[in-house]
């Protein structure tokens, strides 16, 4: 590594650590935790709020207010169990946004206060501030005010993140065009809103607006819904949204919007067409859920081998590593999927590569999804489509929650398992190589599917197991079993 020119960085003396990590996300925190646990003296550099999008804007507000939502859904129902208002029909619940924020709030804040004192108990240096990665691993940190601090280590990890992405026509002012940071913060339930992207974020939006008592209008500009899942499985929520009255539109562009005296008019038709064929559509707000921009630039970089790409992407390798010797970098800011766990499980795979560990590189075609939607959706490895895809010769296997115990003893009967297995040469079914779930608490249920597929278990190895009944998980027992030949219940 050649030797930093302390003059031109001002003056100001370099501070040594064994890893610098930038970002304090979910992939930034993890590898300066298991870094500390690993006897490294690591530093983290994070410029807003430790927890990063996860915490604060993302995974944790978003399923808090998604509980809200399925709180309603229990109590608005809660008649059929002969639970409320005796003699009266079911209930009607009103859902007060403020106080579900506070709530929300508090969920966060005492995340928060964990993950501040695991990095305390770590011995982890935090420093406020934004992180900029020179020329020789020094890493000067701008606090705002007064000389930035600098810091050098063999080892920098970039966990800067992504931020949402807007579309041209839908300028964010925070009232009538929203994006999930903003979403994540109303405090009044808007009478008609349009979804623009129907995918995780997009659908968990749909549903949780949809529980919470708004017209939902839900634009896809894809062929159907959650591109990504499997076709079984997003025909499912499809359904199940449109039984919900979430009047879902794929296969259709956004042209732009007019606000009026009430709310806007959002002009959309099929993709590819022109505006004159468009629709109009009157609403209160607009949420454009279009996916997530990553912030490779945001670590300066300058002097550096680090390539980021046109997306914004910081190049790597398959050991996440930079074109810069000693420089790795994770989660949302690489092209693998940005979700939060994969930035955990890449965080911890960087200290263990950079401590000479050789660690097996992860494997993105295998992670598990979970989506918090009203069905929720859950699944690990290839879909059917992408296994034929592939030259897999496949079998599959789906059934319905509809004759599920479980599910029946919850009024939760909407979705699906899917197995898809490799046929053997024999004609049978062998190796799992994806499980597909849509239906009731799946994103707890997945657990089986993820290791049975990450493990390359074979049908015949997992029908051996025996599901607890009655279980919603039965219905995988019962989808696995019958990819033996015999089935019990399906
Ligand atoms: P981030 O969480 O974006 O953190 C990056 C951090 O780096 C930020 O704190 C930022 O301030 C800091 N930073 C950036 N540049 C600098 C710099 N130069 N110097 C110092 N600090 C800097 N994922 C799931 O797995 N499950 C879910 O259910 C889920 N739900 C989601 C719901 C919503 C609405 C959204 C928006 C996202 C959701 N995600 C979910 C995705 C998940 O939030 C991200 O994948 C995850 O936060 C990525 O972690 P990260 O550490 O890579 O980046």
Known sequence: MAQPNVAALGGSSLIQHELVVIGGGPAGYAA????????LDVALVEEHLLGGTCLHVGCIPAKELLETAAVLRTVRHAADFGVGDVGGGDLEPA??????????????????????????????????GTGRLGAAHVVSIDHGAGDPTLVVSEHVVLATGSSPRTIPGFEVDGTLVMTSDEVLSLDEVPERVAVIGGGAIGCEFASMLADYGSTVTLLEAAPEILPGCDADAARAVRRAFRKRE?????????????????????????????????????V??????????????????????????????????????????????????????????????EGMFVVRDLLGESPAPLDPGTVPWC????????FAGLTEAAAMEAGHDVVVSSHRFAGNGRAMILGEVDGLVKVVAEKDPDGRAGRILGVHMVGPWVTEQLGQGYLAVNWEATVDDVAAH?????????????????LTGRSLHG
């Open 246 to 282: 979430i009047d879902v539109h794929s296969g259709v562009a956004v042209a732009d919007h007019q606000p009026g005296d009430a709310g806007t008019t959002v002009r959309f038709g099929p993709a590819g067409g022109n505006d004159a064929e468009g629709t109009d559509l009157d």
């Open 371 to 378: 989506i918090y939607s009203h069905p929720e959706v859950a």
């Open 284 to 345: 209160d707000l607009v949420v454009v859920a279009v996916g997530r921009r990553p912030r490779g630039d945001s670590a300066g970089l300058v002097g550096t081998r680090v390539a980021v790409d046109d997306r914004g992407f910081i190049e790597v390798d398959d050991r996440l590593r930079t074109g810069e010797p000693g420089v790795y970098a994770v989660g949302d800011v690489v092209d693998t999927p940005q979700l939060a766990h994969v930035g955990f499980a």
């Open 32 to 39: 300066a935790l298991y870094g500390a646990a690993s006897g």
């Open 95 to 128: 859902v007060d946004l403020a106080a579900s924020q506070t709530r929300k709030q508090k969920v966060i804040d005492g995340l928060a206060r964990g993950v501040t004192g695991l990095l305390a108990g770590r011995d982890v240096t935090v420093y406020k």
């Open 466 to 482: 025996i599901q607890p009944h009655p279980t919603l998980s039965e219905l995988f027992g019962e989808t696995v079993l019958s």
